[in-house]
């Protein structure tokens, strides 16, 4: 009974030594990361995607490094500029993404925690290469909006000499805070400079609307110019007319037209039924008599007394 005891007892610490064994040899390797194997503190070559993997228990240790896009935040980073004045950024976004085949590289060079090294050193590196060859102004005001690029292009052309496959995507930067002072002063100016946009855009309005006024009374003159020029022709054209009407309506023309009309009929009606009717003859014969209607006998007559009329015209 003792023996089967002891028996029991031994089964029981080997199977739970086996169960311990098997539980630590199995690790899980979540989606988008890469695992790196340790073993008695060396690094392996072997590297594992995504899934269930096997480990030497107690001896091989892993550790997982992410290979998909990340945000790192670089947090309350110092910046002196070259006036001395030293001011403070709440926070630095740097999105960057490591590929899969430069992991083993970029973790035996710089350890898993490689971003402490390559990213959050190097942001404050950077950062303040800039801030000291450059002014408040220049940092707060003028060059703040290239700040960003700036320390992109500085990061990634360090990264691709020092750790060739770790890109940087882009960097976010917030405004830093300055000295209370110095912040009011800059307040009050750009109040004063608003005010002088406002003013300035006024000025314009106005010199817009004046120099519409000037354009719309030349136009108003050029029309009433052009319109009088007109009326004056019109006038002059009209008088000329009159006056050639004058000269040229005389008596005896109109005496001509008036024969004319009468040769243009085709039938000319005589009798004493129409008494009103008669041709004046001593406007072609001097000394002749005004004959009426009855004794105008044929369409002849009428043609020579207006020759005879053409002719004396």
Request: hydrophobic content about 45%; charged content about 25%; aromatic content about 8%.
């Amino acid at each position: 009974f003792v023996e089967m005891a002891q028996l029991g007892s031994v089964v029981a610490v080997a199977a739970a030594i086996l169960a311990a064994m098997i539980f630590s040899s199995v690790h899980k390797v979540e989606e988008g990361h890469i695992a790196v194997y340790y073993r008695g503190g060396a690094l392996l070559k072997a590297t594992s995607g995504p899934g269930f993997h096997l480990m030497l228990p107690f001896i091989t240790t892993f550790k997982t490094v992410q290979n998909t896009v990340q945000t790192d935040e670089v947090k309350n980073v110092p910046c002196g500029t070259s006036g001395g004045v030293m001011i403070y950024f709440d926070r630095i976004e740097v999105v960057n993404f490591l590929i899969p085949s430069a992991v083993y590289d970029i973790v035996r060079n710089y350890t898993a925690d490689y971003d402490k090294t390559l990213i959050f050193n190097k942001i404050h590196h950077e950062l303040n290469q800039f801030c000291s060859v450059h002014t408040l102004q220049e940092v707060y005001i003028e060059l703040f909006d290239r700040i960003d690029e700036d320390l992109k292009l500085a990061l990634q052309q360090d990264l691709t000499a020092m750790a060739p496959g770790l890109i940087i995507h882009a960097v976010r930067v917030t405004k830093p805070n300055i000295p209370e002072t110095i912040r009011r002063n800059y307040e009050l100016m750009e109040s004063e400079k608003t005010k002088l946009l406002i003013a300035a855009q006024k000025q314009k309005v106005v010199e817009k609307e004046a120099e519409t006024e000037r354009k719309k009374a030349l136009i108003d003159g050029i029309f009433v110019a052009r319109e009088k020029a007109r009326a004056d022709a019109d006038f002059y054209t009209a008088q000329q007319v009159a006056e050639a009407n004058r000269l040229k309506l005389s008596p005896e023309y109109l005496q001509l037209l008036k024969y004319r009309a009468i040769a243009s009929n085709s039938k000319i009606y005589f009798g004493k039924d129409i008494p009103k009717m008669f041709v004046d003859l001593s406007a072609f014969t001097p000394g002749a008599v005004s004959k009426t209607s009855e004794e105008v006998n044929t369409a002849p007559e009428i043609d020579s007394m207006l020759k005879e009329f053409e002719g004396r015209l």
